[in-house]
Each structure stands twice: as structure tokens, then as C-alpha cells.
T-cell receptor
Framework: DVKVTQSSRYLVKRTGEKVFLECVQDMDHENMFWYRQDPGLGLRLIYFSYDVKMKEKGDIPEGYSVSREKKERFSLILESASTNQTSMYLC???????????????FGPGTRLTVT | AQTVTQSQPEMSVQEAETVTLSCTYDTSENNYYLFWYKQPPSRQMILVIRQEAYKQQNATENRFSVNFQKAAKSFSLKISDSQLGDTAMYFCAMDTGSARQLTFGSGTQLTVLP
């Protein structure tokens, strides 16, 4: 089974702190994603990566950065955490499904971040 | 831009009954894929069912089936014989293929009542 793990289930940080959220997948997937999930808004894409050292902005990249030094690991960085970044953060990975042109995304358990 | 809309924030259904979750979408692409994902309480999100836009036949996976109306841009999920384990947040999502990204709806919280 594909496994996507995230470094923490719950995290509490103070305003202004630098925050690292780590995500690791074990299925050699090319694509990795970071979303934030907020009630009534669904999942919104922050950043994604199609390859090592490659990154693309999603819909809401402001206040975030990412790093992908190894294929299996994709990190989300909050340079200076703010209270409006309190949210659930989900990591996902994907690969083409048997060459059929669609990609199933596999999700991690999520990190609930609270910024006080 | 692609959008996915789920207009039912919460729904409930009695165990063993059938429930339908609604989803509408908008895209200018001709080739795309639609998905329903399930997020159980405190558990990881998993794929429930998918539909290729070029296929007219509605997808079915055991108790889960979809009603795909391409002209109306509608993609509803029907759950038959609802079980307590079906209690979850359900997200409708679309993949237009060109960027391998998913666009998600806002979700529907489904509660199955005993």
C-alpha cells in the first residue's frame, strides 16, 4: 500500500516562528502536493512539485515556501507563521495510474497547525 | 479556471438507506476526470470512485455509484445501503489532466444515523 506520512499530527506555534511541515511518501511518486483544508473552503492547493528541486505555486502560495531535495520528501515552510495560517495541512502524492491518463492522489493523515 | 461546487455542507441518512451527494463543476476542457474522495473522522482521505469524462457509462464501485451528466456539468454520488462507516466528509474533485492537479469542492459532511 502507498504510504504518505507527515511529521506531526498536531502542532502549536507562536506568531512569527518559522515552521517546517514534513511529508514523506514511499511509492516513488513523481508528484507531491501541499494543501490546506479549512471548513467551508475544501482543500486549496498551496504548492506542488513534479520532480526533485522543482516547485510550482498553487492557488494560495503567499506566506509559504517548499523544498524538495529528495524524491520522497516534500517540505512546507511557513517563514513567519501568522494566526491566519492556523489550519489543517494535507500532503499528497501521485503517479500516473497504469498509464491511463489520470492520477490518483494519496493523502497523508494531515497536520493540524495552530498559530497563537 | 476550473471550479467545483458542493452545495450541501451537511447531510444525514439512516443506516441501510440511500443518499445522494451533489456536485457541479465548470471547466472549458474537453478531457477531464472527476473523483469523489472520502475523509473519515481523524483518518486519511481515500479515493472512493472516479469517472472519465469521455465515458458515458456511469462508474460504480460496490455500494457507490455516480450520476454523471456531462452537458449539465453535474457529478453526483449515490451511496446505497448506507453503513455507519460511511460517516465522513466527502469531497468532489476534478482533474483536467493538463497539470495533474486536483480542484476540490468545499465538501459535504455525511452522517449515517443508526
Amino acid at each position: 500500500d502507498v504510504k504518505v506520512t507527515q511529521s506531526s499530527r498536531y502542532l502549536v506555534k507562536r506568531t512569527g516562528e518559522k515552521v517546517f511541515l514534513e511529508c514523506v511518501q514511499d511509492m516513488d511518486h513523481e508528484n507531491m502536493f501541499w494543501y490546506r483544508q479549512d471548513p467551508g473552503l475544501g482543500l486549496r492547493l498551496i504548492y506542488f512539485s513534479y520532480d526533485v528541486k522543482m516547485k510550482e505555486k498553487g492557488d494560495i502560495p503567499e506566506g509559504y515556501s517548499v523544498s524538495r531535495e529528495k524524491k520522497e520528501r516534500f517540505s512546507l515552510i511557513l517563514e513567519s507563521a501568522s494566526t491566519n495560517q492556523t489550519s489543517m495541512y494535507l500532503c499528497a502524492s501521485s503517479s500516473p495510474s497504469r498509464g491511463q491518463g489520470w492520477y490518483e492522489q494519496y493523502f497523508g493523515p494531515g497536520t493540524r497547525l495552530t498559530v497563537t | 479556471a476550473q471550479t467545483v461546487t458542493q452545495s450541501q455542507p451537511e447531510m444525514s441518512v439512516q443506516e441501510a438507506e440511500t443518499v445522494t451527494l451533489s456536485c457541479t463543476y465548470d471547466t472549458s476542457e474537453n478531457n477531464y476526470y472527476l473523483f469523489w474522495y472520502k475523509q473519515p473522522p481523524s483518518r486519511q482521505m481515500i479515493l472512493v470512485i472516479r469517472q472519465e469524462a469521455y465515458k458515458q457509462q456511469n462508474a460504480t464501485e460496490n455500494r457507490f455509484s455516480v450520476n454523471f451528466q456531462k452537458a449539465a456539468k453535474s457529478f453526483s454520488l449515490k451511496i446505497s445501503d448506507s453503513q455507519l462507516g460511511d460517516t465522513a466528509m466527502y469531497f468532489c474533485a476534478m482533474d483536467t489532466g493538463s497539470a495533474r492537479q486536483l480542484t476540490f469542492g468545499s465538501g459535504t459532511q455525511l452522517t449515517v444515523l443508526p
